[in-house]
Structures are given as structure tokens and as C-alpha cells.
């Protein structure tokens, strides 16, 4: 791939993330995004939305899941 290929699948992959994240219910994605944007610990998410760290980490992993699927349906390789 070239520079410009590599900036178009970049832009591509980070608006099919978006659109994802949008359609997740708000508290699912607010736990995405204190984790992989915000670098949050399990523990700091729990504490923040009062929740056990078992729950998030099932969140996340949930997350993570329908992401993988989601991207894949769009056409991207993981």
C-alpha cells in the first residue's frame, strides 16, 4: 500500500469504528471509550459508573466482539 491507500483505509476504519460506537447504547459505549480512548483501568470505569469491575470487563468483551463482527461485515480484515 502506498501513503495515500493507507490514509483513505485509516479514515475508512476510524468513521466504521464511529458509526459502530454511535449504535451502541450509551452506557456500553461510554464504557468503550473510557477504556480504549480515555486508557482507563477496569478498576476507574467501575468506580466512575458504579459498577462491579466483572461487569465491565464482560462489557468490554462483549464490545470487542461485536466490533470484530462489525468490522469484518464492512470488509475489514482483523
Do not use: C, W
Not at 483513505?8 to 461510554?30: G, M, Q, V
Not at 478498576?43 to 462489557?59: G, P, R, T
Request: glycine share 2%; proline share 1%.
Amino acid at each position: 500500500e502506498n501513503k495515500v491507500e493507507q490514509e483513505i483505509n485509516a479514515f475508512l476504519l476510524t468513521d466504521s469504528i464511529n458509526t459502530f460506537l454511535k449504535e451502541l447504547p450509551k452506557d456500553k459505549r461510554k464504557i468503550f471509550v473510557l477504556r480504549y480512548f480515555h486508557m482507563y483501568s477496569i478498576k476507574e470505569i467501575a468506580k466512575q459508573l458504579n459498577l462491579s469491575e466483572s461487569n465491565v470487563k464482560m462489557s468490554l468483551s462483549r464490545t470487542r466482539e461485536a466490533l470484530a463482527t462489525y468490522l469484518r461485515k464492512e470488509g475489514f480484515t482483523l
